[in-house]
């Protein structure tokens, strides 16, 4: 049973979806008009382990997550750059789908964009228009918020108390300072024709109309980082009651932010780790464990002695691995299929309750221990060993980090006999070579 926190409730809740075995899941994506940062990476691999954790329980998971392809941001670019909006989305998308492939994770089954979602987007806004929960004026259009009862539950603030600093943008145009944009008239950058005159839509309708034309109206979780609560989400789910009569989404998971040395991350401080750049130096598997480290709703600090912890832990695990498939594979063992059941659905009982990955880093500990045992015994059950190695990977694989697998020739395995018969014979010098020619085919 997946238990899981609901941001609108603030409990974690058992998992109960709309269609018997199978999950919806959108997760807000990028605007693209930069390259993807750490940050950005974050939801990325949390959303990826938890679509792996529900196939694991038996789900089918649909997976949708946009691009953003129309902002100011990508008109600014663009005139900066002297070329067109779509040049920039091209490359940043590119950039991105490329960024997700590098992190090992499962591709979203559908990414839709803005642009070609025009005729929806329009038709969506007319429909609030129609039912006067938005309204026009000269031409732009904004949502209501007074229009809908409750406004402001999912991200639990109150109009009068909501937090400093919130994306709120002061317009006299406004019925109430919290209405939002649902269309902006503008002769500026890419445009299309609409009811109220040429144009582009707001970011929080965009969401919504992709999700009902991939989804249908309502889904079972919708995604993204915390920092799109409000008012994104909360945004999002205001018109989906104004229109379909329903919240969009019945579980509304976020994950927590990155932090650089303790310090927020931001332009300003000169802080900015491109993701791209963090996995080529730290590799997919120990970006995806450090990832995994903290829980999703914590936040989580990149810095120098948090990698090291990274490192030393993936290295605890995956050495013992190798060590088991370099001894099998020496002595000419094929480990087969089987798995140890029990440390397996240990694993995906901590993993079911809300993700837990620490617990779940807890038992993968105590699974490589008993691998350890099992390895040091003066007969080896290469079937035991099997079955626990097997449970490591599959517990692995599930967060997204992969074991490399050994090639082992004849003259390896005559190799490894020498070394052993050295050993035996108290040849200390002849073992010591041996040893030396094992390890530069990473085979000791």
Not at 3 to 30: A, S, W
Not at 353 to 362: C, G, I, L, R
């Amino acid at each position: 049973m997946i238990r899981i926190y609901n941001t609108k409730t603030l409990q974690v809740e058992e998992f109960k979806p709309i269609h018997e075995g199978h999950v919806d899941m959108y997760v807000c994506g990028p605007t693209v008009y930069n390259f993807a940062h750490i940050g950005n990476a974050r939801p990325m691999v949390v959303f990826d382990v938890l679509k792996r954790l529900f196939e694991a329980e038996g789900y089918t998971v649909k997976y949708v997550s946009n691009f953003t392809d129309v902002d100011d941001k990508i008109i600014n670019k663009a005139i900066e750059e002297g070329t067109t909006e779509k040049e920039i989305t091209e490359r940043y998308i590119d950039a991105y789908q490329a960024l997700r492939r590098q992190l090992n994770t499962e591709l979203p089954d559908i990414t839709p964009k803005v642009t070609e979602t025009m005729d929806g987007i329009i038709t969506f806004v007319k429909q609030m228009v129609d039912n006067g929960t938005a309204y026009v004026v000269n031409g732009d259009v904004y949502f209501s918020v007074d229009s809908v009862p409750g406004y402001g539950s999912l991200s639990h603030q109150k109009l009068d108390q909501l937090e400093a600093g919130a994306r709120v943008e002061e317009n006299d145009q406004k019925r109430n300072p919290y209405d939002f944009a649902l269309w902006k008239k503008t002769d500026k950058g890419i445009t299309w024709d609409s009811p109220w005159g040429p144009g582009r839509p707001g970011w929080h309708t965009e969401c919504v109309v992709m999700i009902n034309e991939n989804m249908g109206p309502m889904i079972d979780i919708h995604g993204g980082g915390m920092d799109l609560r409000f008012p994104h989400h909360e945004n999002e789910a205001a018109q989906s009651m104004a229109v379909n009569h329903n919240g969009l989404a019945n579980y509304w998971v976020h994950n927590a932010m990155i932090n650089i040395n303790g310090e927020k991350m931001s332009k300003s401080l000169g802080n900015v780790l491109w993701a791209k750049d963090v996995v080529e130096k730290l590799g997919i598997n120990t970006t995806r464990w450090l990832m995994s480290s903290v829980h999703y709703r914590k936040e989580l600090n990149f810095s120098e002695e948090t990698v090291e912890t990274a490192n030393k832990e993936l290295k605890r695990v995956m050495d013992p691995l190798r060590q088991a498939d370099i001894k099998a594979a020496m002595n000419g063992v094929a480990f087969g299929p089987e798995f140890d059941e029990e440390a397996w659905r240990n694993f995906l009982d901590q993993m079911d309750d809300d993700m837990n990955t620490p617990n779940a880093y807890a038992v993968i500990f105590d699974a490589v221990k008993k691998l350890n045992g099992a390895m040091r015994q003066r007969e080896i059950d290469y079937a035991a060993v099997g079955r626990i190695r097997n449970a490591v990977e599959k517990m692995l694989n599930l967060l997204g980090i992969t074991v490399e697998k050994i090639t082992v020739t004849d003259e390896d395995r005559e190799l490894y006999a020498k070394w052993n018969a050295a050993k035996a014979e108290k040849d200390f010098a002849a073992a010591d070579e041996y040893r030396r020619l094992l390890a530069e085919k990473g085979l000791a």
